[in-house]
């Protein structure tokens, strides 16, 4: 038996499920009336989606559509990092949104302080973008999941590598 057990705490997502939500967006987007004929176009890339619209109403609808295609699919609407709204050529908007993975090392401080204050016994880690929680009892570490969820993070959160 095992002398101490852990779990990561991670920020991230499946990038296939945001491929998905994005195409059934896309999808919507053609067959909705209200939007049938803005010539709106919605590009994802690496780390980033682009909308390029007719009006900032038209781009209001879009990412309404876009966050709800999300939700169905199970990702946090967390991990967008909506940037400014600017105008395009032919009196288009265009809004760039970024998608935020990883845990930044500030968030990654106040993480592992919460932890630290809260459950003395355990180790906090910070280790690139995750972070690594180590404690000799698994009820401990369970409870420290619990207190996680209950705080408010601008990250979305997730619990891996349960051991």
Known sequence: MASSYSFDIV????????????D??????????DLKNTKTEVELEKELITINTNSE????????????????????????????IESAS?????????????IEQDQ?????????????????SIQGDALRVTSKSKDELQEIIQLVKAEDFPLALQFTNYR
């Open 57 to 84: 109403m038209t781009l209001t609808a879009v990412v309404d559509v876009m966050q709800s295609k999300a939700i169905k699919r199970g990702l946090s609407l967390k991990i967008f990092d909506y940037g400014e």
């Open 24 to 33: 059934q967006t896309r999808r919507e987007i053609v067959s909705r009336y």
């Open 90 to 102: 032919g009196n288009r908007v265009v809004q760039k949104i970024n998608l935020k993975k990883g």
């Open 11 to 22: 920020s991230d997502f499946d990038h296939q499920e945001l491929v998905n939500a994005i």
């Open 108 to 124: 990654a401080k106040k993480l592992s302080k919460l932890i630290r204050d809260s459950f003395p016994k355990c180790q906090a």
